[in-house]
């Protein structure tokens, strides 16, 4: 999928879009990378009467939203369930064996940090969900680092989107 395919769905949904593609995308959804989807939005909003900041806040609440979901999924559903979907695959139980230290050494801190490096970013809610985080604890740092990650590719493509669409465009 190229980009202006992405700004075209965004410009004909709009911010219902926003939040479809920020939430599949913290579900981490093949197909859906903040790569491009981020500043895409930026370049949208930059592009369009779409607010930039409206923007920025539906894309913090779906992915604070998705990261909830697998969480809650984690959390009540357990060991077991990520067993039977991911066993066999060693590079996804090493992602989140890492995710583990990382919490268990940094507590509420390492989720912040962890929702700002990629790949871990996304799978830091198995680990927060098996380890049974407090809820309340796991919103907080992880809409936070969810903030930082947005707000810097958000504003990326809203500042750099000239250029973006230029040289590809």
């Known amino acids: 999928?190229?980009?202006?395919t992405f700004l075209d769905f965004f410009g004909q949904y709009g911010y219902w879009f926003i939040l479809a593609v920020c939430y599949c995308e913290y579900l981490n959804l093949p197909g859906f990378p903040a790569g491009v989807i981020?500043?895409?939005?930026?370049?949208?909003?930059?592009?369009?009467?779409?607010?930039l900041l409206f923007a920025l806040v539906l894309s913090i609440v779906a992915g604070t939203l998705a990261s909830l979901t697998i969480y809650a999924i984690c959390r009540f559903g357990g060991a077991p369930l990520l067993h039977r979907l991911f066993g066999k695959s060693p590079k996804f139980s090493a992602f989140v064996d890492q995710c583990h230290a990382r919490i268990r050494h940094g507590g509420n801190?390492?989720?912040?940090?962890?929702?700002?490096i990629?790949?871990?970013?996304?799978?830091?809610?198995?680990?927060?969900?098996?380890?049974?985080?407090?809820?309340?604890?796991?919103?907080?740092?992880?809409a936070a680092g969810i903030a930082c990650w947005n707000t810097a590719l958000i504003a990326f493509g809203y500042f750099g989107g000239g250029l973006v669409i230029g040289w590809f465009g």
Do not use: E, H, K
């Open 38 to 51: 981020m500043p895409a939005l930026g370049i949208l909003a930059g592009q369009s009467d779409l607010n």
């Open 1 to 4: 999928m190229t980009l202006q």
């Open 118 to 142: 990629p790949v871990l970013r996304t799978i830091v809610s198995i680990p927060a969900g098996l380890l049974a985080v407090p809820v309340r604890d796991y919103t907080i740092w992880s």
């Open 109 to 116: 801190r390492a989720l912040f940090v962890c929702r700002l």
